[in-house]
């Protein structure tokens, strides 16, 4: 099987151009093209998630694969060398008109999948770098790096000193004081008082007495 795969971005872009250069491409090796597989769609979006990733578990060694250029394959480097390898290992062989690239089984095309394949490597090896320096510049900056700790362990720490956490809150001591002396989050107490329901008491006496200006604090 022969099959011509179409991709824009946006439906803005029109089709008809990779259709018509994938003809003459066609009528000029005098071969027919089978199926179209056409789609609107990131190239960013994952093959799997794509037409083009059922049209390539259709496909069976010695079928060949035709786009215009190896851009419509993907947005980055490291998904087309993935698509590419998994065309090698199937023997389905992937044309570009454009760029005039060939892959097939024959030695041009494995030392192009290898040049490929570092350029894919280097690319990868930037954007870990990029973003270790990145995040050594955020650091130097003050900025607190990965995820947030959790309010689990903090909650366990108002858990189990919920006694005096009470007794804060009988001698009217605000939810600011509390938060400040466990060094947990609002958040954090909130989830405490939901869970006490002794927390949850004290809260609403306090703010009651906080308005009507009885409060001790």
């Not at 803005?12 to 789609?39: F, G, H, M, P, S």
């Not at 089984?105 to 290898?114: M, T, W």
């Not at 990868?124 to 955020?138: P, Y």
Request: net charge positive; hydrophobic share 40%.
């Amino acid at each position: 099987m022969i099959a011509g795969y179409l991709r824009v971005s946006t439906g803005k872009q029109l089709l008809t151009n990779q259709k018509e250069e994938i003809l003459r491409y066609a009528a000029a090796k005098q071969i027919t093209i089978d199926c179209w597989v056409t789609e609107i769609v990131s190239g960013k979006k994952n093959e799997k998630e794509r037409k083009l990733g059922a049209l390539l578990r259709r496909l069976k060694p010695g079928d060949i694969l035709i786009v215009t250029e190896i851009s419509r394959l993907s947005r980055t480097l490291t998904e087309i060398m993935e698509i590419m390898a998994k065309c090698l290992r199937k023997k389905i062989r992937l044309y570009t008109t454009k760029e005039g690239y060939s892959f097939d089984d024959s030695i041009n095309s494995k030392v192009l999948c290898f040049a490929f394949g570092l350029v894919a490597e280097i690319e990868r090896n930037l954007i870990s770098m990029r973003t270790k320096e990145a995040l050594a510049m955020r650091k130097a900056n003050g900025v607190i790096l990965g995820r947030r700790k959790g309010s689990c362990t903090k909650l366990n720490l108002l858990l189990n000193n919920k006694d005096e956490v009470l007794s804060m809150l009988r001698s009217q001591r605000t939810i600011l004081d509390i938060c400040r002396h466990w060094g947990v989050s609002r958040e954090t107490f909130n989830k405490f008082r939901r869970l006490t329901p002794a927390a949850a008491e004290l809260t609403a006496r306090n703010n009651l007495l906080r308005k009507s200006g009885k409060t001790r604090v």
